[in-house]
């Protein structure tokens, strides 16, 4: 039976809407990260930095990798802002480019859920995480495996 052709543009809208109208807030915060890489302890020198861009919502600000006192961590401006979604993380990928949908679970680390979807905010990257394995940082719905927003680091 052929189905009318509405349907896949109804299952598109539905999966964009999922994305896009769960406030956060109702996240746990006790959420475990699906996938960690480890090597080698973070390095001490780490820094870089890099702009957001758009991938499924509009995603702008900066990100930058600091270090203090041994712990690296990424840290958002004050002008970091993207859509509320469920299920959002931020996570570290290893290509400089993400596709919108369908990340594998090879190429991430995630490191921590979206605290809150604009402003300033810093996540720890966790020890053992080899920053130099990863090109980019992303903000990610695992429900819907999207991708929000990423931004290429430069170091």
């Excluded at 931020?90 to 402003?119: C, F, M, N, Q, W």
Aim: proline share 6%; aromatic share 10%.
């Amino acid at each position: 039976m052929k189905l009318p052709s509405f349907t896949a543009a109804s299952l598109t809208a539905l999966l964009i809407v999922g994305c896009s109208q769960t406030d956060i807030s109702q996240q746990p915060d006790t959420q475990t990260p699906v996938a960690t890489i480890a090597s080698k302890p973070a390095s001490s020198n780490a820094s870089g930095s890099g702009i957001f861009q758009d991938g499924e919502h509009p995603t702008t600000g900066t990100v930058k990798v600091t270090t203090e006192n041994g712990q690296s961590y990424l840290e958002f401006g004050a002008n970091f802002q993207t859509d509320s979604g469920p299920d959002l993380f931020v996570i570290l990928h290893r290509d400089k480019t993400l596709p919108i949908y369908g990340i594998k679970e090879a190429d991430y680390t995630s490191i921590a859920p979206l605290k809150k979807t604009s402003g300033t905010q810093r996540y720890a990257i966790p020890e053992g995480v080899d920053l130099k394995q990863f090109q980019s940082v992303a903000i990610w719905c695992r429900q819907f495996n999207a991708t929000f927003g990423y931004a290429r680091l430069s170091v």
